[in-house]
Structure formats: C-alpha cells, structure tokens
C-alpha cells in the first residue's frame, strides 16, 4: 500500500496467491472500517411517524401523498407503519420557511 500511496508506476510485482489473498482481506477491512459506523448511523437514523409529520405541517393526508408521490418527501415504510426520516422533515421544514 505504501507504493500505491506514494505514486510509484511502471512497478511489475510478483505475488504469491496468499499475498493476493491477504491483499483483498486488508483492502476489505478497511473498507468496512470505513463504511459500517456511516451505515449503522443511517440504520439508527431517528423516523417520525405519519400522524405527526401531519400535524407538523398542518397538512391533510392527501396532501402528504401528494408529496411522497411527487418525491418531495419520501416515507419509510417499516411493517404497516409509515415513517418519515427527521432530517428530510427538517430538509423540507427549512425548505417551506424560505418559500
């Protein structure tokens, strides 16, 4: 990796299956380093659900629907209740107060 790093080119290496093995499970663990603490964040990402984003907005149920239809505000369906991501209501809280 230091090589890599550094910008060295026209470099030939020769490697040994089990280099190129531990070469993949190096790159593959800093991957998940990397990207599992942004997906466990997103996975406990805090919801609202329906009944409040409602009276948030002060809006109808249709109109709502009218929302997620256009993708102006898109649900997250878990099981039979319907959520709302708390920072695509505050997107769209800043959003409407500019207008």
Not at 17 to 33: G, N, R, Y
Not at 65 to 85: A, D, F
């Amino acid at each position: 990796m230091t090589l890599i790093e550094s910008g060295v080119t026209g470099l030939t290496l020769t490697l040994t299956i089990e280099d190129l093995k531990a070469f993949a499970t190096d790159m593959i663990e800093q991957a998940k380093a990397q990207l599992l603490p942004v997906m466990v964040s997103a996975s406990q990402e805090s919801c609202i659900p329906k009944k409040e984003v409602l009276e948030m907005f002060g809006v109808c149920p249709t109109t709502l629907w009218n929302w997620e239809r256009s993708g102006y505000l898109v649900p997250v369906k878990m099981k039979r209740k319907i959520l709302y991501r708390r920072a695509d209501v505050d997107r769209l809280i800043i959003e409407r107060g500019r207008q």
